[in-house]
């Protein structure tokens, strides 16, 4: 049974930094990409990053890059997401996500956590 468990999200003033982890268990991680998505009230989700568990590599969505950086420690079975000059228009909760890196499809998802960025 695949788990996604977040933490790390809380209140910060702008500028400020955050790094949120996500503890994976149940995957197998050389076979899969996992994703940081986020949701502001009365939005629809939106993509942040991938990292993908073979390789390392990462991709990031337009509002985020140069800001965030994700990376796993596989030793821990945890993905990271460090987020560095944080803007009040990053406020929202963010969300853990798995997916088999042969498909495009989310399956697995975190409960989230809430990250609220003041001005």
């Known amino acids: 049974q695949v788990q996604l468990v977040e933490s790390g999200g809380g209140l910060v003033q702008a500028g400020d930094s955050l790094r949120l982890a996500c503890a994976a268990s149940g995957v197998t991680f050389r076979t899969f990409d996992m994703g940081w998505f986020r949701q502001a009230p009365g939005k629809e989700r939106e993509f942040v990053a991938l990292?993908?568990?073979?390789?390392?590599?990462?991709y990031y969505g337009h509002p985020v890059k140069g800001r965030f950086t994700s990376s796993r420690d596989n030793a821990k079975n945890t993905v990271f997401l460090q987020m560095n000059s944080l803007k009040p228009e990053d406020t929202a909760v963010y969300y853990c996500?798995?997916?088999?890196?042969?498909?495009?499809?989310?399956?697995?998802w975190g409960q989230g956590t809430q990250v609220t960025v003041s001005s």
């Open positions: 996500s798995a997916r088999r890196a042969s498909t495009n499809t989310w399956d697995y």
């Open positions: 990292i993908r568990w073979s390789d390392g590599s990462t």
